[in-house]
Nanobody
Framework: VQLQASGGGLVQAGGSLRLSCAAS????????MAWFRQRPGKEREFVAG????????DYADSVKGRFTISRDNVKNTVYLQMNSLKPEDTAVYYC?????????????????WGQGTQVTVSS
């Protein structure tokens, strides 16, 4: 599986961005795709995940109500709509793929990773 993340950029606080992660190659129709982020000096942390087949989702408490994860089964793409962005959302955002049906929040459960896209929120 190859993952290509895009959509990052510079935005003012309160603004919005939409990240995309396109999967190619062998894909896991019964798997899970998720977004993680790594803030400067911090470990990579779970942001949001979606179960590919049925579409159920999970979010970190810090982004609930502001971020929405979705997927397009035809395009093999997962999206992260980020609204009401805050400076503390500044990070490199990564998409990952895991086997199975559990939306894991641990980095080591994910088998494939995209290259990351930088999101910078100015105050």
């Amino acid at each position: 599986v190859q993952l290509q993340a895009s959509g990052g950029g510079l935005v003012q606080a309160g603004g919005s961005l939409r990240l995309s992660c396109a999967a190619s190659g062998r894909t896991f129709s019964g798997g899970v795709m998720a977004w993680f982020r790594q803030r400067p000096g911090k470990e990579r942390e779970f942001v949001a995940g979606i179960r590919w087949s049925v579409g159920n989702t999970d979010y970190a408490d810090s982004v609930k109500g502001r971020f929405t994860i979705s997927r397009d089964n035809v395009k093999n793409t997962v999206y992260l709509q980020m609204n009401s962005l805050k400076p503390e959302d500044t990070a490199v955002y990564y998409c990952g793929v895991a086997r199975g049906v559990v939306i894991w929040t641990s980095v080591d459960r994910y088998d494939y990773w995209g290259q990351g896209t930088q999101v910078t929120v100015s105050s």
